[in-house]
T-cell receptor, first 115, second 112 residues
């Protein structure tokens, strides 16, 4: 079946530090890949996505590149801010084949950024 | 534009009581609809999904049920709540997997 593995953390960084959250996946078909962010007490928001190999998703200074050869979609940001403190989820969706577009999530990574 | 509404935001219910959580989508038609639960520890578990009115697929056997009485309405129910039903419940909609999901703001359920 489909699965997503991401570093569970927690990750604690100082403001302006470089962030990497690793994410790897296994999929039965050709997946689309996503990063979602969940701020305290809120629902999930789509942060960025990539739908085919070598695509780079980007938003709010975050980036992730779809690497089919390594089945990875690592999240990066060059300089984190306190407001980036949240839980980050990597996810995949396999289109077609009767999957009904179900999203498979990783377990989430809690990021805390200190001033 | 499309919006998704979920209510109530928080709920405290005694063990053995019934449950009804409602989710509605505006600005779109015939979406795929989903219920997820996020228990302590942050993991997300898909509970139910629906591809059309009256069509419900269950991912995990449990104390809960779902219904879709109208195209843009998705309801999560229980006849008798258990302590283990506590968690953060999220509704979401999607057209295709390529675009990802749009989530509601969630309902925090505490069973006491």
């Amino acid at each position: 079946g489909d699965s997503v593995t991401q570093m569970e953390g927690p990750v604690t960084l100082s403001e302006e530090a470089f962030l990497t959250i690793n994410c790897t996946y296994t999929a039965t078909g050709y997946p689309s890949l996503f990063w979602y962010v969940q701020y305290p007490g809120e629902g999930l928001q789509l942060l960025l996505k990539a739908t085919k190999a070598d695509d780079k998703g980007s938003n709010k200074g975050f980036e992730a590149t779809y690497r089919k050869e390594t089945t990875s979609f690592h999240l990066e940001k060059g300089s984190v801010q306190v407001s980036d403190s949240a839980v980050y989820f990597c996810a995949l969706s396999v289109t077609g084949g009767g999957s009904n577009y179900k999203l498979t999530f990783g377990k989430g990574t809690l990021l805390t950024v200190n001033p | 534009s499309q919006t998704i509404h979920q209510w109530p935001a928080t709920l405290v219910q005694p063990v053995g009581s019934p449950l009804s959580l409602e989710c509605t989508v505006e600005g779109t038609s015939n979406p795929n609809l989903y219920w997820y639960r996020q228990a302590a520890g942050r993991g997300l578990q898909l509970l139910f999904y629906s591809v059309g009115i009256g069509q419900i697929s269950s991912e995990v056997p449990q104390n809960l049920s779902a219904s879709r009485p109208q195209d843009r309405q998705f309801i999560l129910s229980s006849k008798k709540l258990l302590l283990s039903d506590s968690g953060f419940y999220l509704c979401a909609w999607s057209y295709t997997g390529v675009g990802g999901y749009t989530f509601g703001s969630g309902t925090r359920l505490t069973v006491v």
